[in-house]
C-alpha cells in the first residue's frame, strides 16, 4: 500500500457517534493496508462531554498526539467545538463542520457566551483550509427518523476531501456494511446523503 | 495469529494470556481500566483468576504472592494507584519473585482523566525495579510478553508503563494463541531472610541483592538491544535521546523542524524503550559521539539528568538540551512540534511560541462544558439535599465546608450545586472533614465519598472518626458500581451483578459493624427524605453517617429501568428555570413554551418534579 500518510481529527460530543466514525475509518484503512493509530480521547466524557479522536494513517512509526497544523481533515460535528479544532488544521487542508448548536446549561440560562456562526466561520477560513459547513437542517430522514448525524457527516467529508485518495466510497460503504449488518441500509442512506449535500 | 484491532489495553490483556498468566488483580483507573475491563467481557479464562480487588495494594499482595508461588501474574492501575500499591511493592521488590510478576501502570501526560500527573519512573527508581516503556499498541503487547520472560530471569517484578494516548489507542496487533497457565501445584518456600523484614542483616541483605539484579537486568536489556542506538555522520553532529511514547515523533519533529529552517542531516538518536535501569552505555556512546543532545521526555527530566551524569562521568562537554535548560515543560503531553522545538534549538534557532501555541486562542472562545451529574444520576439529590439542608440550618453555603472524593461524587463541585469543595485522593473526604473539625471550623463539616472509594480507602478514616468522636457528618454515597471508571464490580454491587462465585459485601451492615450509631439510610431519589436526614446530622453531636443509596442510572439504564414518567404541565410551567438552575438535568431544556425534558434521556427519578413549585412536572409511576 503507498505510504502516503494522512491525519485526521474528529471532534464534538459525547453521543454524537464522533468515535464510532473514528473507528469505522480506522477499520477500513487498516484493511486496505495502511499502517493507522487512532487515539479516541473520551477521559471522563458523558452525553453532552469533549469528544475528539486523533487517526493517523500511513505512518508506521508515529505517536498518537497529532501536532499544530498537522490535520489533513478536520470533521468538527458541533459549532463551537470545531474552535478546539482549529489547532490542528493544516493549512489547504479540508475543514468539515456539522453547524449543530449544542448549548450547554449555562448558555441555556444565559450565564454563559456561545459563539456566533460568523465567528466560528471566520476562525476557520483563517487557518487557509478549504471549509465546508453543514447545516444540520440538511439531515435528511429515514422512515420517518432522523439518520445518524455522524455517517452524514462522513459522508460530506468524503465528497470534498483528500480522504477520497486514501479511502473509496465503495471501501467506506463495506464498512458500514460490516459495522452494522442489520443498520446497513439506513446507514448507507444517511453516508450517501451527506456525499450528495456535499456536491450540491 | 489473527490480526485484530486492538487498544494498548486490550494489547496488555492478549499478551498476558500469550505469556500463560495465572493470576491478573488490579483496581480500575483510567486509562489502565480496558485491561481488566476487557477480560471480563471474555468470560470465563479458565485456569487464570481474574479479579478486581478493593485496592491497588490489595491487588500487588496478592499478585506478589502468587508469583512467590512459582505462578505468574500480573498487576494493573493508574498512575496514582501505585501511590497506594507502593507500600507493598517496595518490600515486594525487596523480595524479588519466582514466577513472572508484571505490574502494568499507566500515566496521564496531560491530565486527561483529572488526576496529578506524575512520572511512575521515579517510582521505579525507588525500588530498583525494571521498567518498560511500549510507544505503541503493539509494544504494549511486546512487552508485556517480554516483561514476563525477563522477570523470571532476574527474578524481580517488571514495570511496564503506558500513557493515556497509548494504552487507550487502537491499532492493528497480531495476537497470538492464549499459552495456558502452569497449573502444577505451587511450591512455596518457607524462606524468611528472601520473605520478611524484620532484622537488619537480612533486609539489607536483600536491598543488596535488589540491586545486582537490578544491574544483571541492565546487561541482559543492553544485549537485547531494547534501547535503540542509531549514531549518524562523523563526529560533533546533534543528537536525539527519545523515551516511550516520543520515539514515535522523531521523524515528524524532523520534518517540522526542517519547516523552520533546520535541516539536520545524519541525527543520531537513541530510542529509549527501557528508561529503568538507565541505558548508561548508549547514553555514553551518544555524549561521545555528539556536540549537542537532545531529551525528550514527558513529564519528569530522569533521562535527562542522567545524561548530565553520564557526561560529567566520561568527561564530555556535550551540551544537553530538555528540560533543565527550560526548552521543554515538565507539564502535559508531547507531540512532534515539540520535538522539533527542541530540535531547532540545537541548530539555534528559536522555534516562534506561535508554533506551539497555534490555535489557543480559538480553542478558548469554545464553551466551557463543566461535567455534570449524567440524567438520573442519584448524586445528583444528595447534592441537592446537602444544599437544602445547609439552608434549612440557616447557614451559607460559604459556611458549610463540604470535602469530597474520588469519582463521579466530586462531580458536585460544578454547577448548579457547587456544593464540594475539594478533593485529594482515595478515601481523603472523611480525615480531610476531621482536619478542619480539629482545626476548629465551628460550622457542620460534611465529608462525601461513594460506595467504591468507601471500600478502597474510605473504612481506615471513617473508623478513625468514630474512635474519636468527631463532630461531623459522612454521606456515603452508594450506587452499587465503580462508576466514573466504566462500571467495574466492587464489593458493594448487588449479588445478582457480582462475578460468579463471589459475594456481596453489603456497605450498610460494614457501617453499621463500625459502630456507627447515628446512621441514616435514605433514597437519594426521595428530596424530602434526603433532606430531612441531613437536617438531622447537622443538629446532632457527634458522628454521623447517611448512607445515600440507589443504583447508578448509566447502569440501570442498560437494563432498560425506568422508574416514572415524567411529564409538563404546560398551563402551570411559567419558564421560571428553577428546575434546570437547581437540578442542571442535561435531559431538561427550555422551550418556547415552558421546560421540554428529553424522554430518551430521562429514567423518571423525580428530583425535577420535587423542586418545582408550580406543580408543573408531573411524576407518574409506571
Given amino acids: ?200 | 495469529m489473527t490480526k485484530k484491532i486492538v487498544s494498548g489495553n486490550e494489547a496488555v490483556a492478549y499478551a498476558a494470556l500469550r505469556s500463560g498468566v495465572n493470576v491478573i488483580t488490579g483496581y480500575p483507573g483510567t486509562p489502565s481500566s480496558e485491561v481488566i475491563g476487557s477480560l471480563m467481557k471474555m468470560g470465563k479464562i479458565e485456569g487464570t483468576k481474574i479479579e478486581w480487588s478493593t485496592n491497588e495494594k490489595v491487588a500487588v499482595e496478592i499478585a506478589a504472592t502468587a508469583a512467590w508461588a512459582g505462578k505468574r501474574s500480573l498487576c494493573t492501575m493508574k498512575m496514582s494507584g501505585l501511590n497506594v500499591a507502593y507500600d507493598s511493592l517496595i518490600g515486594i521488590a525487596f523480595s524479588g519473585c519466582i514466577g513472572g510478576m508484571v505490574i502494568y501502570v499507566c500515566d496521564d501526560p496531560g491530565v486527561t482523566t483529572g488526576m496529578c500527573e506524575q512520572d511512575t519512573r521515579g517510582f521505579a527508581l525507588m525500588s530498583d525495579m525494571v521498567m518498560l516503556d511500549p510507544k505503541s499498541v503493539q509494544e504494549s503487547y511486546d512487552f508485556i510478553k517480554y516483561a514476563f520472560e525477563l522477570s523470571e530471569e532476574i527474578q524481580y517484578p517488571v514495570f511496564v508503563r503506558s500513557v493515556t494516548n497509548v494504552a487507550q489507542s487502537h491499532s492493528s496487533v497480531d495476537i497470538e494463541e492464549r499459552v495456558m497457565p502452569n497449573l502444577d501445584a505451587p511450591v512455596v518456600k518457607k524462606d524468611i531472610n528472601k520473605y520478611a523484614k524484620a532484622g537488619a542483616v537480612m533486609c539489607m541483605n536483600q536491598h543488596r541483592e535488589l540491586i545486582d539484579g537490578l544491574q544483571k537486568a541492565a546487561a541482559i536489556l543492553e544485549k537485547k538491544g531494547i534501547n535503540k542506538l542509531a549514531l549518524a555522520g562523523a563526529k560533533g553532529g546533534i543528537g536525539l535521546i527519545t523515551t516511550g511514547v516520543c520515539n514515535g515523533y522523531i521523524d515528524e519533529a524532523l520534518d517540522i523542524a526542517a519547516e523552520y529552517g533546520c535541516k539536520i542531516d545524519n541525527l543520531s538518536t537513541l530510542r529509549v524503550s527501557a528508561s529503568v535501569p538507565y541505558p548508561v552505555k548508549e547514553i555514553q556512546d551518544l555524549l561521545r559521539h555528539c556536540a549537542i543532545v537532545v531529551v525528550v521526555e514527558e513529564n519528569d527530566p530522569y533521562i535527562e539528568r542522567e545524561a548530565y551524569v553520564q557526561a560529567h562521568t566520561i568527561g564530555v562537554n556535550t551540551k544537553i538540551i530538555g528540560k533543565l535548560d527550560k526548552t521543554l515543560s515538565r507539564v502535559g503531553s508531547f507531540s512532534a512540534i515539540h520535538a522539533a522545538k527542541a530540535l531547532c534549538k540545537a541548530c539555534n534557532v528559536e522555534l516562534p511560541a506561535e508554533a506551539i501555541e497555534y490555535g489557543k486562542e480559538a480553542a478558548a472562545k469554545c464553551t466551557a462544558r463543566p461535567i455534570t451529574c449524567c440524567a438520573g444520576c442519584p448524586h445528583r439529590g444528595t447534592y441537592m439535599a446537602i444544599n437544602k439542608a445547609v439552608k434549612n440550618a440557616k447557614y451559607k453555603k460559604e459556611e458549610v465546608i463540604v470535602t469530597g472524593d474520588i469519582g463521579c461524587t466530586i462531580l458536585g463541585m460544578n454547577p448548579p450545586f457547587n456544593t464540594v469543595w475539594m478533593e485529594i485522593s482515595m478515601g481523603a473526604s472523611i480525615p480531610c472533614a476531621h482536619g478542619f473539625v480539629y482545626a476548629g471550623v465551628d460550622k457542620p463539616v460534611i465529608a462525601t465519598i461513594g460506595d467504591s472509594t468507601f471500600f478502597h480507602g474510605g473504612m481506615p478514616g471513617l473508623i478513625n472518626a468514630i474512635q474519636h468522636n468527631m463532630n461531623m457528618t459522612a454521606i456515603i454515597m452508594d450506587n452499587g458500581w465503580t462508576a466514573m471508571t466504566g462500571m467495574q464490580v466492587n464489593p458493594n454491587t448487588a449479588h445478582e451483578f457480582q462475578v460468579e462465585g463471589c459475594k456481596n459485601v453489603d456497605l450498610v451492615n460494614v457501617v453499621k459493624g463500625m459502630g456507627v450509631d447515628n446512621l441514616f439510610v435514605v433514597d437519594p431519589y426521595n428530596l424530602a427524605e434526603t433532606t430531612a436526614a441531613l437536617d438531622q446530622a447537622l443538629a446532632l453531636p457527634g458522628l454521623k453517617v447517611i448512607v445515600a443509596r440507589r443504583e447508578c442510572a448509566i447502569q440501570a439504564n442498560r437494563r432498560k429501568v425506568k422508574y416514572a414518567l415524567i411529564t409538563v404541565d404546560y398551563d402551570k410551567c411559567n419558564s421560571c428555570k428553577s428546575c434546570i438552575n437547581t437540578t442542571g438535568c442535561p435531559a431538561i431544556t427550555l422551550g418556547e413554551n415552558g421546560i421540554i425534558i428529553d424522554p430518551k434521556q430521562c429514567n423518571g427519578c423525580g428530583l425535577c418534579a420535587q423542586t418545582c413549585n408550580k406543580s408543573a412536572i408531573v411524576r407518574e409511576v409506571i
Avoid: H
Wanted: some cysteine; glycine content about 12%.
Fill in chain 1, 1 to 200: 500500500m503507498a505510504n502516503k500518510s494522512y491525519n485526521i481529527y474528529i471532534v464534538g460530543l459525547g453521543g454524537q457517534g464522533v468515535l464510532t466514525i473514528g473507528d469505522l475509518i480506522s477499520d477500513v484503512a487498516i484493511k486496505k493496508g495502511y499502517d493507522v493509530n487512532f487515539y479516541p480521547t473520551k477521559g471522563m466524557s458523558q452525553r453532552g462531554g469533549f469528544v475528539q479522536g486523533q487517526i493517523r494513517i500511513g505512518c508506521p512509526e508515529v505517536g498518537p498526539n497529532i501536532p499544530p497544523k498537522g490535520a489533513d481533515l478536520v470533521i468538527a460535528m458541533e459549532r463551537s467545538e470545531a474552535l478546539k479544532a482549529v489547532r490542528f488544521m493544516k493549512p489547504k487542508g479540508d475543514f468539515v463542520l456539522y453547524g449543530l448548536v449544542w448549548a450547554p446549561t449555562a448558555v441555556m440560562l444565559g450565564k454563559a457566551d456561545y459563539p456566533s456562526l460568523d465567528e466560528v466561520k471566520g476562525e476557520l477560513e483563517a487557518t487557509g483550509a478549504n471549509v465546508l459547513i453543514l447545516d444540520p437542517e440538511l439531515l435528511p430522514e429515514y422512515n420517518g427518523l432522523k439518520v445518524r448525524e455522524n455517517l452524514f457527516v462522513l459522508g460530506a467529508a468524503m465528497a470534498r476531501s483528500g480522504l477520497k485518495d486514501i479511502l473509496s466510497v465503495e471501501d467506506i460503504a463495506r464498512g458500514i456494511k460490516e459495522t452494522w449488518p442489520k443498520g446497513a441500509e439506513e446507514n448507507l442512506f444517511a453516508f450517501e446523503c451527506g456525499y450528495k449535500a456535499a456536491q450540491s
